[in-house]
């Protein structure tokens, strides 16, 4: 027979099986949606999201990290290193990176992806771009990493932004992120970073800052990498052919700038702009030294207080001829302008002086073309031949010179050599 006595109550203050089983469920549901939460946190950051910024695939209205904070970081790195062209990391910059101060460039370069964020942080957020970046193929690589939420585009549609500083920071991260990086770089070109850079070089309103770093930018985006060893970059030299090839040393190639050096040539006026801004250099005689008087590119000039210095721009378009003189296309008109070139070579400013004679050394092969009378002034230059004139006549006022009136002896005495 079935027993019909119920089953015991139980005492006050316990609880019942069932009591028990459905709390320990209901503590194991919450411990692992809150395990789960975790992770997607950790996975979001890991590819540079902003967690807060997923919910419905919306932005919140707070962006991951305040004009405040990216200026704190801008800091943390720059150090005293104020220098408007930085062509390496100096030491406090690399000690920064080694503490850590680039962790978060995904989460931080991420944050140019969102519509909520203000100007002013957006400069920020490409000024501590180029200074993660700047001597660190590492960084670089996580930068490209990013080329899936296209990261790529977005920099590019801000070389064309309104504010100058904006967009010189922009053209700046596109000069150091394409260095010897085959995804930067080609995406870079892909995307038509050529044309966005090319309309700054060609707007007579840009700040020199602004044309420095577009040029800059050209330059990289035309040069071609290798994989030589500690430097990526390609090393050019003279063969049978009548151009220069890639040494067999830097091979093989990894990245190649053709694709931008065409795109550069179709572009109209862009190579005889970058002549005209060549031919402002130098930045004074040779013998000049840098002063708070005579700013120099490569040595003294400061960010924010040279910004619209003339002289600034000239190395960077003589460096976007340089590899644009890769072309064999390019190198007729780009040779129109030797004689600047060759006032340049003699520039007491390093950055004006090496561009320069990299430039020649692709356009010419043997000796310099480049002979002075007097190295400080245009009209004492004969380039290729040692002009001499018994009339008193400067090889510039002429079309060309008779064997008769070339000579190419080192006799630098005589009364007229030009």
């Not at 019909?4 to 209901?26: V, Y």
């Not at 500083?165 to 050529?194: C, D, P, T, W």
Request: with cysteine; aromatic share 8%; glycine share 6%.
């Amino acid at each position: 027979m079935v027993s019909l006595t119920p089953a015991p109550k139980a005492q006050r203050g316990e609880k019942s099986p069932n009591q028990l089983s459905l709390r320990i469920l209901s503590i194991c549901t919450m411990v692992s949606l809150l395990f789960l939460a975790i992770l997607f946190v950790a996975f979001a950051r890991s590819n540079g999201e902003d967690p807060r910024s997923l919910r419905n695939g919306q932005t919140t209205s707070a962006p991951l990290f305040t004009e405040d904070e990216l200026r704190a970081k801008v800091f943390q790195l720059m150090g005293n290193d104020v220098r408007l062209f930085r062509f390496n990391a100096q030491g406090h910059t690399l000690e920064q990176r080694e503490n850590g101060a680039c962790k978060e460039l995904p989460q931080i370069a991420s944050m140019l992806l969102e519509a909520n964020v203000n100007t002013e942080s957006k400069t920020l957020i490409l000024e501590y771009l180029t200074f993660c970046i700047t001597d660190s193929p590492f960084q670089r690589g996580r930068f490209s990493q990013l080329v899936t939420k296209g990261i790529h585009l977005v920099v590019i549609d801000l070389v064309k932004a309104k504010q100058s500083r904006l967009s010189s920071m922009a053209a700046h991260l596109i000069y150091i992120a394409s260095f010897s990086n085959k995804v930067n770089h080609q995406e870079f070109i892909k995307h038509g970073a050529v044309e966005k850079l090319a309309g700054i070089v060609l707007n007579d309103d840009s700040i020199s800052s602004q044309t420095m770093w577009a040029a800059a930018a050209l330059q990289n985006l035309a040069a071609s990498y290798c994989e030589t060893e500690g430097d990526g970059r390609c090393y050019w030299g003279w063969g049978e052919g009548p151009n220069v090839e890639i040494q067999e040393a830097s091979l093989p190639m990894k990245s190649d700038g053709a694709v931008a050096r065409h795109k550069m040539l179709q572009i109209k006026g862009l190579v005889v702009k970058l002549q005209s801004l060549a031919c402002v250099g130098p930045v004074g005689d040779q013998d000049l030294k840098p002063s708070p008087e005579h700013v120099f590119p490569g040595s003294n000039a400061i960010l924010g207080r040279d910004d619209n210095e003339p002289h600034m721009v000239t190395w960077a378009a003589v460096g976007a001829l340089k590899n644009l003189a890769l072309d064999p296309e390019a190198k007729s008109q780009i040779e129109s302008t030797l004689h600047c070139f060759c006032l340049d070579s003699f520039s007491p400013d390093w950055l004006e002086k090496a561009k320069s004679a990299d430039l020649i050394s692709f356009l010419r092969e043997g000796p310099s073309p480049c002979w002075f009378r007097n190295k400080n002034s245009a009209e004492g230059m004969c380039v290729d031949k040692k002009f001499q004139d018994d009339e008193g006549y400067f090889c510039r006022g002429y079309g060309h010179a008779n064997e008769n009136e070339c000579k190419a002896g080192a006799n630098t005495e005589t009364k007229m050599t030009a």
